[in-house]
């Protein structure tokens, strides 16, 4: 079990990636905010995947001092990508077994993940949910100091997701794997992590324990369904609301919304 | 592939697309030539002159072949999601092992496509084999050559032949081209 620490940075398009993080053994830690804001490439750049400059240290070894950089190879990480990843041709187990020739870790993993009557199968004559699991057990066959999940449960199903966090978090307790998790889901946040780190636009902007979201998570998500001179009815939670009109909007666009403004239709 | 010369690499390998096969069998012949610097080389390394020989014609045919075998390739690699080779990194490979047991594997369409395109490609070239080939009979004579020869001997039976052939090889070679993709697209 092993401390973390990151400082690192990297120009981007339009803005500069600066996060300095120090995470303690065995966190789980939910990073949040707007698409586009540098959330991925802070898992990229952690993973190895894209160069950037700064210390990232695991321990007492270094994956990354100034500009001189581990390879993805040599990190010992996991990472769960957001659209699964699998290795098309070949089976569940073999995507495992290709990670590490360990056949009774392989099938320990696919227990956790209730997936050994479908080890055989393909990633293509798998439902989404089971793709995450078996991408979520191959991620682990490293044993990997830290484990990084890019929106893991974003493409899934409400029922699947809640599924699948129960796996995160099992998973998690069993291994006690550092792991940093970029989501937008309030609940899911609030049921896997410590803590919360916001970043705008490359940078930390707050940091807070995870059980304080919902105080600081005033802003909900709705869809436009109808719109009039001066307000406008929006689904959300499976009920219709209206609420006072303040942009130009569409039918169709993606609110963000206060529960107190809204009006049950 | 970000390196600045790959235009020029792609440009110089679909050449012989747009050059006239004579153009290439013509350099071909004036580059191996036994007393040219290459053909020496080629004689003092392997002991085999490219010229008027079979050797020669496989040399030729893979060169005017190239932009068959190169295209269908580079596109089948391109259409690889990024994040499969990255998974292969993550779980440790190199490029080498990520490309033998994730790229290559997963387009194995491409590959075919590729191989099956190149050959009846190659089996239909005329122009570069005769410059470079000669045309020797039992040699470097191929069916191309011969159905012209044939003609020009009025000989039509035999050029029905092998003409024949090389239409239901052709034919034969696309259908199960186009057969495998519409396939795919079901």
Redesign the interface.
Known sequence: MQKMRINIYKELRHFSLEVALRIEEGEFIAIRGRSGSGKTTLLRVIAGLEEARGVIEIGNRRWLEDRKALPPQKREVGFVFQEYALFPNMSVLQNLLYVKKDLGFALHLLKLVDLLEHKNSFPHQLSGGQQQRAALARAYMRRPKVMLLDEPLSSLDPATRGYLQTKIKELHQAFGTITLMVSHDVAEIYRLSSRVVEIEQGKVVQEYGAKEIGKRHQLHKAEVVEIDEKSIVVAFMGDIFRLPRKGSHKVGDIVEVEIKELQLV | MRCRCKPFIEAVIAMPLVLPPSVLGFYLLVALAPDSPVGKLIKELFGVELVFSFPGLVVASILYSMPFMVQPLQRGFEAT?K??I?????????WLQTLI??IL??MKGSLLNALIITFAHTIGEFGVVLIVGGSIPEKTKVASIAIYEYVEMLDFTSAHIYSAIMVAMSFLVLLVVYAKNAHKHL
Do not use: D, R
């Open positions: 999601p994040n499969i990255e998974a292969s990194f993550l779980a440790g490979k190199g047991f994730v594997p997963n």
